[in-house]
């Protein structure tokens, strides 16, 4: 092994250990961090590490911003800011495995897999952490009321100004890193819109959600109030990673599928 790929793992390894360090990923999702940044490099080589390490960062100090205003969203959603693997997984997951297809398997299919599945985590990301911060209560997409911020399934207008923001930010990064061509930058931003509102649509009929039986808030949390919640929606074993596992490998097929007919 040369130097300069000791230095890039080296690199990739240090990134992950202070993201554990400085508390944005648990030690977790810190390793799989790493994994999922080595399959990246490996298939598609610094200018893939790049694109993710824009996701990265962007999602990672937005979940920090205004960070006081969220606190009461620990009471809805099952996880913390701090990712661990399952989360990583859920949002890396299609890019590494785009990653390592591109090793094994060369071709150009395997960028447009990488850059919609980032895309689409980017969407949903700038989405959840932007749209708490609405004026405005969000609108479930389901019973069409107004829900508390944070729900899954809801959709807000600041929200979705969000959504396309996040995926514009990667769908030109990624235009400009790779070279793609206008209307491939484009339909990475469509698909990475899509692959958000398809989260929040699964999020509103596919995923778990629950209620404390004491206080009679819904959650995502199995405990609540120091007590077991009831499930009052979905399907148990479809959490909140799950859903975005799901969405964004969908879009990412579904643009893949667009590329191999055109």
Not at 12 to 25: D, W
Not at 53 to 81: A, D, M, N, P, W
Not at 83 to 88: I, L, P
Not at 186 to 204: N, P, Q, R
């Amino acid at each position: 092994m040369e130097i300069d790929q000791l230095l890039v793992i080296g690199f990739i390894a240090i990134f992950s250990a202070v993201s554990g360090y400085f508390k944005l990923l648990k030690p977790s999702g810190a390793f799989s961090a790493f994994l999922t940044g080595l399959l990246i490099w490996a298939g598609f080589g610094l200018k893939g590490l790049i694109l993710l390490g824009v996701f990265f960062l962007t999602s990672s100090l937005l979940s920090r911003y205004k960070s006081k205003v969220k606190e009461h969203l620990g009471e809805i959603h099952e996880k913390g800011s701090a990712r661990d693997w399952a989360q990583v997984a859920a949002n890396g997951g299609t890019a590494a495995l785009a990653g390592m297809s591109n090793f094994i398997l060369p071709d150009p299919v395997w960028l447009i897999v990488l850059a919609i599945s980032i895309a689409s985590a980017n969407a949903d990301t700038w989405a959840s952490e932007l749209g708490v911060l609405s004026k405005q209560q969000p609108v479930s997409i389901k019973s069409f009321k107004r829900v508390p911020s944070g729900t899954s399934g809801a959709v807000s207008g600041f929200g979705t100004i969000a959504t396309a923001a996040g995926s514009l930010v990667i769908a030109l990064t990624a235009g400009y890193l790779f070279g793609m061509g206008p209307g491939w930058v484009f339909l990475v931003f469509l698909f990475g819109v899509a692959g958000s509102l398809l989260d929040t649509l699964l999020g509103a009929y596919l995923q778990a959600g629950f209620q404390c039986v004491r206080c009679h808030l819904p959650t995502e949390k199995l405990i609540h109030c120091s007590i077991p919640t009831k499930q009052i929606s979905g399907f148990n074993r479809i959490n909140n990673d799950a859903v975005n596992f799901i969405s964004g490998f969908t879009v990412a097929i579904m643009g893949m599928a667009v590329y191999t007919i055109l």
